[in-house]
């Protein structure tokens, strides 16, 4: 219904695609242009419909918009902004060419057009892996697999009313090694599978790992299957970062984590051939590269 709409309006827009924009430094340009409608006079006019971030796929994108309004996105309803008018918008690994983004509230709409540029990613081989872990057929093993995508489940459909994301990530560590990038396609043990949807940073048993921005610890799991030990924040609206393969978990459900603090260690648990953070991003159901979100 959303895209419908568009067809009655004056499109005053532009889009680009490109890198980091900022709207504290004015370099949003083009990627930021937007309008309002004002359905009662059905007057035009050009608001700035502020936004900043990776206009690419495996990207995102953080608006400021009107307190109160709804975000739609690619006429999806994804649920309302911050109380202070901040909202995310994740970009998947293979996202359209185009994003559609638009805020609701009252008489007023803004949105923009998006360019989203592509990206191009490898191919990546990974042996040695347990063979148990890469085609499990134990119906013990697969019963555990069932309860623990049912747990990940129930922390993924966290959505704090927060922004905590907005001011992006810092590294979890500084000494590492990337030793898998996001969107790899990946062939474990020889087996095509799907594409890695993590950034990898590779470092001994043992290093901390930090909280990369303020947060909510939705899921604390020392030991799964596949991840090891996994930690799920929360920083705000859904934009869900993951920390896998743990050998120690130090955070706890429910804890307000704030940027620094720690969440774990570094582990080789689970799928893993070697000690390494594998770092995820989501936001709705969307995957993200974490990496893009540090300055
Ligand atoms: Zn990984």
């Known amino acids: 219904m959303a895209v419908e709409t568009l067809t009655r309006r004056r499109w005053i827009g532009a889009a680009s695609a490109g890198l980091c924009a900022c709207w504290a430094c004015g370099s949003v340009g083009a990627a930021a242009r937007a309008m309002v409608v004002h359905d009662d006079q059905d007057q035009v006019k050009a608001l700035p419909f502020q ?10 994108c953080i608006g400021r918009t009107r307190a109160g309004a709804t975000l739609s996105v690619d006429g999806v309803i994804r649920g309302q902004v911050s109380p202070s008018g901040i909202f995310y918008v994740g970009f998947d690994r293979d996202a359209a060419p185009t994003c559609l983004i638009e805020t609701h509230c009252g008489p007023f709409v803004e949105y923009a057009r998006l360019a989203i540029a592509p990206m191009t990613y490898d191919v990546q081989r990974v042996d040695g892996l347990p063979p148990d872990t890469v085609t499990p057929t134990n119906p013990i093993v697969l019963e555990r697999i069932k309860r623990e995508a049912d747990l990940k489940a129930v922390a993924f459909s966290s959505r704090v009313d927060a922004d905590w994301f907005q001011d992006g990530f810092v590294y979890p560590f500084k000494d590492f090694i990337v030793s898998g990038h996001f969107g790899n396609q990946r062939v474990l043990n020889g087996v095509p599978k799907s594409p890695h949807m993590g950034f990898d940073l590779a470092a001994p048993v043992g290093t901390p790992i930090h909280a990369p921005q303020k947060g909510l610890v939705v899921l604390a799991e020392p030991d799964l299957f596949y991840e090891g030990g996994l930690v799920l924040i929360d920083h705000g609206q859904g934009v869900i970062s993951m920390y896998l393969h743990q050998s120690k978990v130090i955070a706890r459900k429910g804890n307000i984590l704030s940027r620094g603090d720690i ?33």
């Not at 936004?51 to 995102?60: C, E, K, P, T, V």
């Not at 000690?275 to 969307?286: A, E, F, N, Y």
């Open 51 to 60: 936004l900043r971030g990776r206009f690419a796929q495996s990207g995102y």
């Open 263 to 295: 969440i774990g260690e570094v582990g080789a648990k689970g799928r893993a051939t070697g000690p390494h953070l594998c770092w995820r991003l989501k936001w709705t159901d969307r995957h993200m590269d974490p990496s893009l979100m540090v300055a």
